[in-house]
C-alpha cells in the first residue's frame, strides 16, 4: 500500500491498540464482556426465534452451523492463539451463546 497519512494514521492506531491490550488485567476484560456479549446475544435469539415459532428448526441449524465453524477456527490453529485476542473473544462470544441457549432450554423445561 501507499504511505499515505491515512494508512499511517490506521497503522498508529492499530499500533497504540495492540499495545494497549498488552496488559493482562485489559485482555481479561474484552474476553469476559465478550462471553457476556454472548449470553446477551443468546438470550436475544432464542426470545426472537422462539416469538413466531415459524423459524425454530432453520435457526438452530444455524446457530449450530455457526457455533461449529468458530470451533473449528479457533481449535484447528497450530500456533498458539496468545497473540489472536480476536478468536479468543469470539470463542467467548461462542461459549456465552451456547450457555444462554442452554440455561433457557433449562428454564423452558424441554
Not at 499515505?4 to 499495545?19: H, P, V, Y
Not at 488485567?25 to 426472537?48: C, D
Request: positive net charge; proline residues 2%; glycine residues 6%.
Amino acid at each position: 500500500m501507499q504511505r499515505t497519512r491515512l494508512n499511517t494514521l490506521l497503522e498508529k492506531i492499530s499500533d497504540r491498540f495492540a499495545r494497549w491490550l498488552v496488559n493482562p488485567w485489559r485482555r481479561l476484560s474484552i474476553l469476559i464482556i465478550s462471553l457476556l456479549l454472548g449470553y446477551f446475544l443468546g438470550v436475544a435469539v432464542s426470545a426472537f426465534a422462539g416469538q413466531a415459532a415459524r423459524q425454530d428448526i432453520f435457526v438452530s441449524a444455524l446457530l449450530v452451523v455457526i457455533g461449529e465453524t468458530i470451533s473449528r477456527v479457533v481449535y484447528s490453529r497450530n500456533q498458539p492463539a496468545s497473540n489472536a485476542l480476536w478468536l479468543e473473544a469470539l470463542n467467548g462470544l461462542k461459549i456465552g451463546a451456547m450457555y444462554a441457549l442452554c440455561v433457557e432450554a433449562f428454564k423452558l423445561g424441554s
